[in-house]
Nanobody, 122 residues
């Protein structure tokens, strides 16, 4: 059983940056695809970015391309999401997830963190 714990959320002004981190405990994440998802109040959960186990396949939502960067460190069993140029519409609870398929569809991910709040406001 993989357990995921996110950190790094907070409140930032528009244009600012945050780095979200997710630490996994239990089995190694080496063989898992990883993803970051978010859910804003009153909206459905959406995929933000995902990354294959080998790091060769990376996807970003159009809304975050060029601003967000996903990364993983298999040696440390961690995954990160660097978020630059934040906008108010990025405000949401962000979740990390691990699964067997590299996809922006959240239903394919088996393990989820508890979420961390990101608020972008002036």
């Amino acid at each position: 059983q993989v357990q995921l714990v996110e950190s790094g959320g907070g409140t930032v002004q528009p244009g600012g940056s945050l780095r979200l981190s997710c630490v996994a405990s239990g089995p190694s994440l080496d063989d898992y695809a990883i993803g970051w998802f978010r859910q804003a109040p009153g909206k459905e959960r959406e995929g933000v970015s995902c990354l294959g186990s080998s790091g060769g396949r990376i996807y970003y939502a159009d809304s975050v391309k060029g601003r967000f960067t996903i990364s993983r460190d298999n040696a440390k069993n961690t995954l990160d999401l660097q978020m630059n140029g934040l906008k108010p519409e990025d405000t949401a609870v962000y979740y990390c997830a691990a699964g067997t398929i590299v996809t922006m569809g959240g239903n394919s991910y088996k393990y989820w963190g508890q979420g961390t709040q990101v608020t972008v406001s002036s």
